[in-house]
């Protein structure tokens, strides 16, 4: 960092000038402050010489009082510089959507839903579902999860929904049977084959990681998750390393991450953004320059839908 010093307005002492919380020393706007100038030992006299209403040396020495930065916190800005917030960017989206056909995805743990301890305690508010539903009224719109569509239709409720499961292996259509899930059409499951030794590895994982306290293995039909958001942190690689030797046994399947969960997943080319691909080709509107798809995700298995949007 280039300069760590700051001017106090004179009668200022050096500990009211404490941010308080903060190892960083606060700064004093320019403008209500009163020559002389009171300058801390080791100022620069290049500082020295600037008029105290300068704006670059303002600007300069709040440059030089803030926090040291670590890297991660450097890439993380430099992320969020490539990757702006949406709904900071909500007028130009606006705009971007004017005249077109707006098609919805959205992913459900973490998006529409809090994240919590328990993975079936994860429930939306009626705030939530009642937006979700405007959504529906107005766009086509689509749930797109890594749960099985059973269980997320169980949280969710809206039969007007596409649902795309199990990571897009599992995909359904809207249906009238509010009450029923599984009357909705199946519009695509190509994975189906993998549903007998997808049963089998979530035998094996459940006896390979009984020992573990606080381990969770989720039967999300086509697909698997290990939990170990409760699990201690000094067990989390012997709890991966259980799961390797349990797939040691499974050369069909693979191993992805999530939040706090290792998913298991059938070892085919598919993915939430083929899902999205399928789901437009399916409603006619991929490839058209007068469709804006819109996906809202939070996880890593999310970044495959933005993906196939770039
Ligand atoms: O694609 P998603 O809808 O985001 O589903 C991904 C996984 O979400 C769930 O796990 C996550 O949420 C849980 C409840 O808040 C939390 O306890 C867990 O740590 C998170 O990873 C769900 O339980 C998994 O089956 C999904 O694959």
Redesign the pocket.
């Known amino acids: 960092m280039a300069n760590q010093e700051v001017v106090f307005p004179p009668d200022m002492g050096a500990t009211a000038a404490m941010a308080p919380g903060s190892s960083c020393r606060a700064l004093f706007a320019c403008t209500s402050l009163r020559s002389p100038y009171r300058v801390l030992p080791g100022v620069d006299d290049e500082y020295r010489a600037r008029p105290p209403c300068a704006t670059s040396w303002v600007v300069e020495a709040i440059r030089a009082s803030s926090p040291a930065r670590s890297p991660a916190v450097d890439e993380y800005a430099a992320w969020t510089r490539r990757h702006p917030s949406a709904l900071g960017s909500f007028e130009e989206i606006a705009a971007a959507a004017e005249g077109k056909q707006v098609v919805v995805f959205m ?5 529409l ?7 079936d305690m ?1 429930f939306m508010t009626d705030e939530m579902r009642a937006a979700v539903r405007d959504v529906a009224k107005h766009f086509p719109a689509a749930i797109v ?3 099985c569509v059973e269980k997320v239709y169980s949280f969710v409720g809206l039969s007007e929904l596409y649902y795309a499961g199990s990571h897009g292996m599992d995909i359904k259509g809207p249906t009238s049977n509010e009450e029923d899930a599984t009357a909705a059409a199946v519009l695509l499951q190509p994975a189906r084959e993998f549903l007998p030794v997808i049963a089998e590895a979530y035998e094996a994982l459940v006896e390979k990681t009984k020992g573990t306290p606080g381990a969770r293995v ?1 039967n ?1 039909k086509f697909c698997l ?1 290990v ?1 170990f ?1 409760c699990v201690d942190e000094k067990r989390w690689s012997s709890l991966a390393e259980q799961v390797k030797t349990v797939l040691r046994d499974y050369p069909d399947l693979k191993l992805t991450e ?4 290792l ?1 298991v997943r059938p070892c085919i080319m598919w993915d939430k953004g083929k899902a999205v691909e399928f789901l437009l080709q399916s409603l006619g509107f991929d490839g058209r320059s007068d469709v804006l798809p819109v996906y809202l995700g939070d ?1 890593r ?1 999310d970044e495959d839908a933005f993906k196939y949007y770039i």
């Open positions: 992913d459900y743990d973490g998006t839903s809090p994240i919590v301890a328990d993975p994860a999860t890594g749960r989720e999300n998750s939990h958001r999530g939040r706090k969960v998913e996880d298995t």
